[in-house]
């Protein structure tokens, strides 16, 4: 197959600067954006870890067109809970030279962290909705793709403790993150470029995460690139939040667009090498600053310039910072990767996935290669319908809905017949949950059906009923 000669090329080619791109018209490639225009390179950094990434793109290496998509058709999720519970518990299925990696996805409340796993498994099995705080608890996705087995932990955005009382959040959604950490040997750091007021610094809670576990590699995905109308915005976010530091070497990417100016393909981006001295006054950790004035400064006469002299640490990676140091910073200068992308739409999502499965190493599969998610299918089921209900009552009013799963069994032609009872706490909101004549809880049913039909991939007959908590 195509698509295995293509993983196995770029294994064995460790740390060669690769990329993969859809070719196409500029629509909307948002890995590719930067690459459409940016300067050809005059000579290239030795080792840029990326495959395929906006790293690469933004240095202009040239791209390559991917084999084929990853994992289009992944296992349907067990419907018995017996079903799902011997799965997880059987032994792995283990292929003759297996490979592994834990990835870790955190970043702000809805930012698209369960959008973007549900992309990478190949099935919704994580709840999505515009309202904060949709997934309160870590859950697993799992993706097996011939030796390789990516295990997803989709996690709660991450929040202050304040903000969880203000809320009234589970205290699991303010340890589960970290505890995702602890145990992963990947970080994703999803950030929403859509949203102006947060996009241009990473939030205190997602730096404290990186700087108490600086050895674990991290990698920067700037999310919802669609929705950005100037895209070469982006290249400044890449430079605020990289603090000029990507893969342990100093960059930084200047924009020679007007900010006042209607159209984002006026003149190419600049991208330039800047003093060590200069970036070492910049800096707000210690030993960055340090390791850049112990360096020795850099020439700009090319557009792309990158030198082993500039390893802000060794190979392990940045060291931790101290608190003190993080309230000055907006970025994390141990970023090893850079990926643009629109997870709704899937869009680079297969790119990411590559550069995944690349990054695994060998070991051991924790999970049976049928075996998408860790959750059973009533969490699963009570994720989406409360996902839908986020989606239509309005303010605070859906989080205080407690869901009573009534049947859930097999029909006589193999149809799944499920019967959830929703409680709330007040008839007003009753009222509101029904809607005028039923509309909205039959628009409810009917959607999460949907949505269960495409886990399961079988008939779903799904019937809510509405009371008020006695």
Known sequence: MAAPRALAAARAVSGAARAAAAAGPLRLRPARLLQSCAPQAATLPVRWSGSSSALGSILGIPAEKPASALGQHPPPVATSEGEQERLLQNQPNQPQNPKVLRIAIIGAPNAGKSTLSNQLVGRKVFPVSKKVHTTRCKAQGIVTYEDTQLIILDTPGLTSPLKAKRHNLDAAMLTDPWDSMKHADLVLVLVDVSDHWTRDSLSQEVLKCLSRFPHIPSVLVLNKVDLLKKKFILLDLVTELTEGVVNGKKLEVRSTFKRNSSSSAKSPPQITQPSLKDRARESHCPQEAAQAQESSSLGHNSDVKASESSRVTEEQGPKRCEPRDLKNMKGWPGFQEIFMLAAVHGEEVDTLKRYLLMQAKPGPWEFHSEVLTSQSPQEICNN?????????????????VTQVTEMWEEGPSGELLIVQNLLVPR??????????????????AQEAGQDLMNVFLCDVRLKLKVEVKS
């Open 384 to 400: 989406i319908i409360r996902e839908k209900i986020l989606e239509y009552l309005p303010l605070e009013v859906p989080y205080g």
């Open 427 to 444: 008839k007003s909101h009753m009222m509101m949950l029904i809607g005028r004549r039923g509309k909205v809880i039959s628009r409810i």
